[in-house]
Nanobody, 123 residues
Framework: QVQLVESGGGVVQAGGSLRLSCAASGRTFRDYIMAWFRQAPGKEREYVAG????????NYAGSFKGRFSISRDIAKNTMYLQMNSLTPEDTAVYYC????????????????WGQGTQVTVSS
Protein backbone atom coordinates (compact mmCIF):
# COMPACT_ATOMS: atom_id res chain seq x y z
CA GLN A 1 0.00 0.00 0.00
CA VAL A 2 1.33 3.38 -1.00
CA GLN A 3 2.19 5.77 1.81
CA LEU A 4 3.02 9.41 1.29
CA VAL A 5 4.31 11.54 4.14
CA GLU A 6 4.80 15.28 3.70
CA SER A 7 7.13 17.41 5.77
CA GLY A 8 8.79 20.81 5.68
CA GLY A 9 5.80 23.05 6.19
CA GLY A 10 5.79 25.89 8.69
CA VAL A 11 5.50 29.61 9.13
CA VAL A 12 7.59 31.90 6.94
CA GLN A 13 7.59 35.62 6.24
CA ALA A 14 6.53 37.00 2.90
CA GLY A 15 9.40 36.82 0.44
CA GLY A 16 10.86 33.78 2.12
CA SER A 17 11.36 30.21 0.95
CA LEU A 18 10.44 26.73 2.05
CA ARG A 19 11.20 23.27 0.76
CA LEU A 20 8.57 20.61 1.18
CA SER A 21 9.35 16.91 1.09
CA CYS A 22 7.17 13.91 0.33
CA ALA A 23 8.53 10.55 1.39
CA ALA A 24 6.96 7.74 -0.64
CA SER A 25 6.86 4.05 0.24
CA GLY A 26 4.91 0.88 -0.33
CA ARG A 27 5.80 0.04 -3.92
CA THR A 28 8.03 0.98 -6.79
CA PHE A 29 7.02 4.16 -8.55
CA ARG A 30 8.67 3.71 -11.91
CA ASP A 31 5.39 4.18 -13.80
CA TYR A 32 4.02 6.89 -11.58
CA ILE A 33 3.46 10.59 -11.69
CA MET A 34 4.01 12.41 -8.43
CA ALA A 35 2.40 15.77 -7.82
CA TRP A 36 1.82 18.57 -5.37
CA PHE A 37 -1.56 20.12 -4.73
CA ARG A 38 -2.62 22.75 -2.26
CA GLN A 39 -5.81 23.85 -0.58
CA ALA A 40 -6.24 27.29 0.92
CA PRO A 41 -8.95 28.03 3.48
CA GLY A 42 -12.34 28.27 1.80
CA LYS A 43 -10.97 27.29 -1.59
CA GLU A 44 -10.87 24.14 -3.67
CA ARG A 45 -7.78 22.00 -3.91
CA GLU A 46 -5.59 23.17 -6.79
CA TYR A 47 -2.80 21.58 -8.76
CA VAL A 48 0.67 23.02 -8.24
CA ALA A 49 3.15 20.83 -10.11
CA GLY A 50 3.91 17.26 -11.15
CA UNK A 51 6.91 15.12 -12.07
CA UNK A 52 7.31 11.73 -13.69
CA UNK A 53 9.17 9.39 -11.42
CA UNK A 54 11.26 7.93 -14.23
CA UNK A 55 12.65 10.62 -16.49
CA UNK A 56 11.86 13.53 -14.20
CA UNK A 57 9.70 15.43 -16.68
CA UNK A 58 8.02 18.32 -14.88
CA ASN A 59 4.80 20.23 -15.30
CA TYR A 60 3.58 23.33 -13.51
CA ALA A 61 0.33 25.19 -13.20
CA GLY A 62 0.94 28.55 -14.83
CA SER A 63 0.89 30.68 -11.73
CA PHE A 64 3.71 28.72 -10.10
CA LYS A 65 6.20 28.66 -12.94
CA GLY A 66 9.43 30.40 -12.07
CA ARG A 67 8.64 30.57 -8.38
CA PHE A 68 8.20 26.90 -7.41
CA SER A 69 10.38 23.99 -8.45
CA ILE A 70 9.46 20.30 -8.23
CA SER A 71 12.02 17.53 -8.15
CA ARG A 72 12.49 13.96 -6.95
CA ASP A 73 15.29 11.81 -5.60
CA ILE A 74 14.80 8.24 -6.75
CA ALA A 75 17.39 6.83 -4.37
CA LYS A 76 15.57 8.40 -1.41
CA ASN A 77 12.07 7.77 -2.76
CA THR A 78 11.33 11.39 -2.01
CA MET A 79 9.77 14.25 -3.93
CA TYR A 80 10.40 17.90 -3.20
CA LEU A 81 8.78 21.25 -3.77
CA GLN A 82 11.06 24.26 -3.51
CA MET A 83 8.96 27.38 -2.97
CA ASN A 84 10.49 30.83 -3.34
CA SER A 85 9.19 34.40 -3.09
CA LEU A 86 6.29 33.26 -0.96
CA THR A 87 3.32 35.54 -0.42
CA PRO A 88 0.42 35.32 2.05
CA GLU A 89 -1.67 33.98 -0.86
CA ASP A 90 0.48 30.85 -0.76
CA THR A 91 -0.86 30.00 2.69
CA ALA A 92 -2.45 26.58 2.34
CA VAL A 93 -2.20 22.92 3.19
CA TYR A 94 0.10 21.28 0.65
CA TYR A 95 -0.60 17.70 -0.36
CA CYS A 96 1.51 15.06 -2.03
CA UNK A 97 -0.19 12.88 -4.64
CA UNK A 98 0.88 9.80 -6.57
CA UNK A 99 -0.89 8.00 -9.38
CA UNK A 100 0.01 5.64 -12.21
CA UNK A 101 0.52 7.10 -15.66
CA UNK A 102 -2.66 6.85 -17.68
CA UNK A 103 -4.86 7.06 -14.60
CA UNK A 104 -6.62 10.01 -13.03
CA UNK A 105 -4.84 11.77 -10.17
CA UNK A 106 -8.03 11.62 -8.13
CA UNK A 107 -9.14 8.04 -8.85
CA UNK A 108 -9.44 6.40 -5.43
CA UNK A 109 -8.69 2.98 -6.93
CA UNK A 110 -5.24 4.02 -8.09
CA UNK A 111 -4.22 7.36 -6.60
CA UNK A 112 -2.75 8.06 -3.18
CA TRP A 113 -2.63 11.19 -1.08
CA GLY A 114 -0.57 12.30 1.86
CA GLN A 115 -2.04 13.92 4.94
CA GLY A 116 -0.77 17.37 4.01
CA THR A 117 1.58 19.89 5.53
CA GLN A 118 0.56 23.39 6.53
CA VAL A 119 2.37 26.35 5.02
CA THR A 120 1.63 29.76 6.50
CA VAL A 121 3.09 32.92 5.00
CA SER A 122 2.91 36.00 7.19
CA SER A 123 2.88 39.53 5.80
Amino acid sequence: QVQLVESGGGVVQAGGSLRLSCAASGRTFRDYIMAWFRQAPGKEREYVAGVTWIGGATNYAGSFKGRFSISRDIAKNTMYLQMNSLTPEDTAVYYCNAYPMGRDYNDPKFASWGQGTQVTVSS
